[in-house]
Structures are given as C-alpha cells and as structure tokens.
C-alpha cells in the first residue's frame, strides 16, 4: 500500500465504526484465517481496533461512533496491514490473548492460548471437582503460557499447581504471566517431557492441553497456524501420541480421589477404540462437544489392573 493510501485512510475513515468496516473488507478480501481468539473477520477487525485503543474487548457498541486521533488511526491502520502482510494470528500482533476475561502475555514462542479447559474450570468441571476448596495439588501438563495453570490457581483457592513444559522457550512466556498474576508463590514452572522430572509427586487433579494434531493436519496448517511453534500441535502421525502417554502415565501421579482431564480435538473416536476398557466423560462447553475428556484415579487404575490381568493371560 502507498504512502498516498495510508494518508487518504487517515483523512477519510474517522469512527470506530468507520475503521471496523474498512478492518472486514480487508480481511474478508485477504481471505485470511481465523481461530485464535475469533471466528469471523468481524470479531478479528474489533478485537484489534479495541486492542490499539486499549479499550474491553468485549464492548464494541459504547465506542463505534467515537471519533479517532491521528496517531490512534495510524496504529489501528499499522495492525491491519500486519495482520494481512504477515499472517500471523492477531494475539501476536498485540501480545495479548483471553481466556474468561482474564489476559494473558504470548508471542510467538507459545500457541495463542484457546484451550475449552479454560472455560470448563469456569463451571462445567464442577461435575467432576465437586468441591473447589478441598483441591490442594494441580499439574498442568504441557502449561505454554501458563493460562491454565494461572486459571486453576484462581479457581482452586487452596491449591499449589505445577505447570511443565518441554519448550524452555513457552517457559519463559508462562514466567511473565505467573508473575503478572503474583502467583510465584503457588505456581511453579519446571521443564519437563510430560512427568518425567516430577518424580513421585502426586496431585488432586491433572489438566493437560497437549499437541494432539495429527502429522495430515499439521502438513495442510494455513500460514496462521503454521506462525505457532510446531511444538505445540505437533501429536505424531494420528496426534494421539502424548495423550497416550498421559493415559498411561497419569494413575502414578494421581491421589487416591484425583481426577484427569484432558483436551484431545477429534480424537474421541480414536480414543474411545483403543481405549475401551475406559470410561470416559465427556465435557461439554458451549462451542465444544467430545473434546475434552475426564477420569478418575480409580477409572484408570481399574483400567490399568484389567489390561494387566488380560495380559497374563
């Protein structure tokens, strides 16, 4: 775009309004993806002019006929070009995502945080969790920014969370966040392929958003996805291989009434296969169904003891 185009974009759009319309047609004629954060070209233009501005991202109809500054214009006119030139996620582009109204840091040394975990400890894994205050251990497996570890922090008032991840990288990200939150001191980061560095330790409840795309999805990602670090959705050729080992894994690290709950994608069928000596929950949220399941301790180690039994045989 020329020095002349940017100059007639600051004189003649002036509203909010006038700056969301321009956002759509750009981005519906970039044909660009969307995902992280948002669902339409719609949300994607607000959720960048009310970043820009600083504004909640959740109240567009108070600001739309609000009038813009020159350097306001110029910043929200630099994303919108960004965010077409480069194709990368808007998270990045503003270092800021949500999840429940809470924000937290990224960039692109962790996925943009999007887990239905996050609005499950919200209400929904009340089902299995009956009781937030008796829950005094968490781990969060596979932690990146360390959203969910921070959530489960805030919903369980009495717990003390672990939160691993292999990338040293999304590590350093989490440490900002924890921080942001003050929660050093009931948080902790550790490095670590899934339990391997946790030694015995056991916990009331493990939540793990782990890589689970499979190796066809990965190859066809459009340049947003493929903008996230591969670590991240990479789950092996059908992207159950660390949800596998998790299932296997877990009953070591669980206390005796612990729970498991785990995002998978559209891996239920898959799991529900090989795995059919576990009765799996599946948790529902309002934009998901049979994505993320839970277990308990007792569910796996009944498991666990009949596929040994069966292997005797």
């Known amino acids: 775009m020329t020095a002349d185009d940017t100059q007639t974009r600051l004189s003649d759009l002036t509203t909010v309004r006038d700056w969301l319309r321009y956002g759509v047609t750009r981005f519906r004629a970039g044909k660009l993806v969307y995902g992280h954060g948002t669902s339409s070209a719609v949300d994607e233009a607000a ?69 239905y975990i996050g609005e499950l400890l919200d209400g929904e894994l009340a089902t299995v969790v009956a009781d937030p205050e008796a829950v005094t251990s968490v781990l969060d497996l596979c932690t990146g920014s360390g959203c969910l570890a921070i959530l489960a922090a805030l919903t369980y008032p009495n717990a003390i969370v672990d939160a691993v991840d292999l990338s040293a990288d999304a590590l350093a990200v989490a440490h900002r966040n924890v921080t942001d939150y003050g929660l050093e001191g009931r948080v902790t980061l550790q490095q670590s392929d899934l339990f391997t560095a946790l030694g015995a330790r056991r916990y009331d409840l493990i939540i793990s958003n782990p890589p689970y795309v499979s190796a066809a999805a990965v190859a066809a990602f459009p340049p947003e996805y493929k903008a996230e670090p591969l670590l991240a959705h990479a789950g092996g050729a059908d992207g159950l291989d660390l949800v596998r080992r998790i299932l296997t894994e877990a009953p070591r690290h669980l206390e005796r009434d612990g729970v498991l709950v785990v995002e998978v994608g559209t891996g239920l069928d898959l799991l529900e296969e090989e795995f059919s000596n576990l009765p799996f929950l599946w948790l529902e949220t309002e934009d998901s169904s049979g994505e993320v399941f839970a277990l308990t301790a007792e569910e796996l180690q009944a498991a666990s003891r009949t596929e040994g039994s069966r292997r005797k045989r």
């Open 47 to 115: 959720f960048l002019i009310l970043s820009s501005l600083d504004l909640p991202i959740d109240q567009l109809d108070p600001w739309l006929d609000c009038r813009l500054t020159a350097s306001e214009k110029s910043r929200i006119a630099a994303l919108i070009d960004r965010r077409i030139e480069t194709r990368k996620p808007a998270p990045y582009l503003v270092n800021r995502a949500y999840i429940r109204g809470h924000d937290f840091y990224v960039d692109e040394r962790v996925i943009v945080p999007r887990s």
